[in-house]
């Protein structure tokens, strides 16, 4: 079992910079890929950035590649997303969430196993 606790949502205006930390507990953290996913309402969670368990791999969705950084420190069991140059479009729920290392960097949500509770990110125009 892994428990992933989000933090660090809020709301920001179009241009600005947030910074999202999810913390884990539970089972080794680098046996882990780790993802951002987000879910506006009314839509479908999508993938948004992904890291392997090492960290020597990242993957972006196309809306955020440029934008939003994420990174991970395996020693304190955390993984971040920067995210800059907001846009009102990026408005949505965000979650961590943790997958098997066989999967790779996936974009898929179903090979997820593990969600945090999410947290909310507004970006106003």
């Known amino acids: 079992q892994v428990q992933l606790v989000e933090s660090g949502g809020g709301l920001v205006q179009a241009g600005g910079s947030l910074r999202l930390s999810c913390a884990a507990s539970g089972r080794t953290f680098s046996l882990y890929n780790m993802g951002w996913f987000r879910q506006a309402p009314g839509k479908e969670r999508e993938f948004v950035a992904g890291?392997?368990?090492?960290?020597?791999?990242?993957y972006y969705a196309t809306s955020v590649r440029g934008r939003f950084t994420i990174s991970r420190d395996n020693a304190r069991n955390t993984v971040t997303l920067q995210m800059n140059s907001l846009k009102p479009e990026d408005t949505a729920a965000y979650y961590c969430?943790?997958?098997?290392?066989?999967?790779?960097?996936?974009?898929?949500?179903?090979?997820?196993?593990?969600w945090g509770q999410g947290t909310q990110v507004t970006v106003s125009s």
């Open positions: 969430a943790a997958a098997n290392l066989h999967y790779g960097n996936s974009p898929i949500k179903e090979h997820y196993d593990y």
């Open positions: 890291i392997t368990g090492a960290a020597t791999s990242t």
